[in-house]
């Protein structure tokens, strides 16, 4: 067995069980309160708009929809970044630990995370089709339909390029930036990066894989989405668990391409595919009545 083949095995077996300043439990500490101050970011953002309502009232030549947008995701991105950049000093993470580098001479980093871009997208999109199917045809009692349905999709499917291209301007440009590049680029170095390398430190390598696949999930389905879902008497979003799918899949995704590459640069390239294709292309597939 060579010395690099001992340093791998080394490094994906156990944990990493890095020294702490205050122990395990200041670790849980830190870790429990950046992600309840990051999930408050929006509503903390939101304590602004009525002084912005007020400004775009008084001033509407010079303060619009688009500023408010663009000014409340900059907002988000910086504090967030902030919230990170503290959480990493207080617990003393290395770069390697955050997996910010890229291992020098494997070109598969760069190809690998679009493959599966690419490959989740046509996934979730057959997802959402054979959804339907489970959802609308069988319980409308139309199984043989749904039969045919199963192979016969292709010739119901059309492709075409979503708004964000369509209607090409100063407000599709600055919002495309933040959603399909800053935003995933925050995300990972939150989630892949800061939660991933100081949970390595404490767990192995697939629980902490799915901890912070999980927190990203909640990230973008708070706890509202679960209770109208569960609760018989508040109104049924039969669609949640369809919507919820992709969200899951992505980020076990993209902490599996962390994992196997231990460099956040992976899981940002897919990321960014991911963004890419989700908001440029609409591919459907209609049911036919």
Partial sequence: MTEHTKRENIENAAPCGEALPHGTLYLWFVLALFYILFLSISAILGKITPVEARIAHLLPFLYSTYQHMLLHGMLFQLLALGLSWLVIKNLKLSNK??????PAGKVEIFIVPL??????????TLQRFYWHIIIDEIRSKHLPNAVSLLWEWPQYSRIWFADAITYFNVYAISLGLKTMILAPIMEEIVFRGVLFGALRRRLGILMVVFITSLLHVLDHYNGGNLISFFNPWLPQDIKFFSQLFPFMLVSLLAGYLRARYRTLLAPIIFHICCNILGWTLAWEIVIPH
């Avoid at 630990?97 to 890229?102: A, D, L, P």
């Avoid at 493959?115 to 979730?124: D, N, P």
Wanted: charged content about 10%; cysteine-free; hydrophobic content about 70%.
């Fill in 115 to 124: 493959i599966a871009g690419v490959l989740w997208y046509l996934i979730i």
């Fill in 97 to 102: 630990e955050i997996g910010w580098f890229r």
